[in-house]
């Protein structure tokens, strides 16, 4: 990828960032001492930023620097990694749906992978809440945290960015077997009524239709609450 690329998806996430702090150019302009001008120019990626603003504005906008980092996606031709279960392989980025009774549709969310931390874990970032896949780290909630890969399951540890008291995870059972899609389950905390929540997600490596077939799928059927009502749990097969 040439600089002038590097540059402009800095400049995406920075824009992006900015505006889910709710913040005006010209306000995080004045935290790191810029022109309006000049952080136009960031965010549009004409300029390169320098490492000491890169900074800055990591600090302004309450992220770690790495957050607002190029992540160059692992080329097709790269190895697997004995480490990653083949389902996560070798994309750096899957999707996820569940079914909100509140609003009676489909909720999407995007899984950036990003760098390795140790021999089975990796930082990861999920967005939520987003109007077009094509836009979607311009979203009304984030997430960062982390994914683990075991023999038997794959946990994926969150924390909400605008809302830190909501620590979200999700649980996916056996990682290692291939297949196009997976069942988790999702646990989190919801605000719209505020109260502890879990649900079923499906987890998958490309983006689906989201038609009716799919929201059938999403929602809670007979079974799962027969399930529920004999092992006194919500469990997901």
């Known amino acids: 990828m040439k600089t002038g690329e590097i540059s402009r998806e800095i400049g995406v996430k920075i824009k992006n960032y900015r505006k889910l702090r709710g913040m005006t150019q010209e306000e995080l302009a004045v935290r790191i001492y810029k022109s309006k001008a000049t952080l136009s120019k960031y965010e549009k990626g004409e300029i390169i930023v320098d490492i000491e603003t890169l ?3 990591a600090e302004s906008l309450q992220i770690r620097v790495d957050h607002l980092l190029y992540h160059a996606p692992q080329p097709e031709t790269s190895l697997p990694n004995p480490e990653c279960p083949s389902f996560f392989q070798p994309d750096t980025q ?3 749906y569940v ?3 509140r609003k009676n549709n489909i909720m999407h969310c995007v899984y950036d992978i990003l ?5 089975n874990r990796y930082r990861l970032e999920m967005f939520m809440n987003f109007k077009n896949f094509e836009d979607y780290m311009n979203c009304e909630t984030s997430y960062w945290g982390c994914i683990e890969h075991y023999d038997a399951v794959t946990n994926i540890l969150l924390t909400n960015q605008k809302s830190p008291m909501e620590k979200a995870s999700a649980q996916i059972l056996a990682p290692y077997l291939d297949s196009e899609t997976k069942w988790g389950l999702f646990k989190g905390f919801s605000s719209r009524p505020m109260m502890p929540v879990a649900t079923k997600m499906l987890f998958s490596k490309k983006l689906l239709k989201e038609d009716e077939t799919l929201t059938e799928q999403l929602k809670i059927t007979k079974e799962d609450i027969r399930l529920f009502k004999l092992y006194n749990m919500y469990p997901v097969m």
């Open 55 to 57: 900074y800055a504005i």
């Open 94 to 96: 899957f999707f996820s």
């Open 99 to 101: 079914y909100d009774g």
């Open 115 to 119: 760098e390795q931390t140790e021999y």
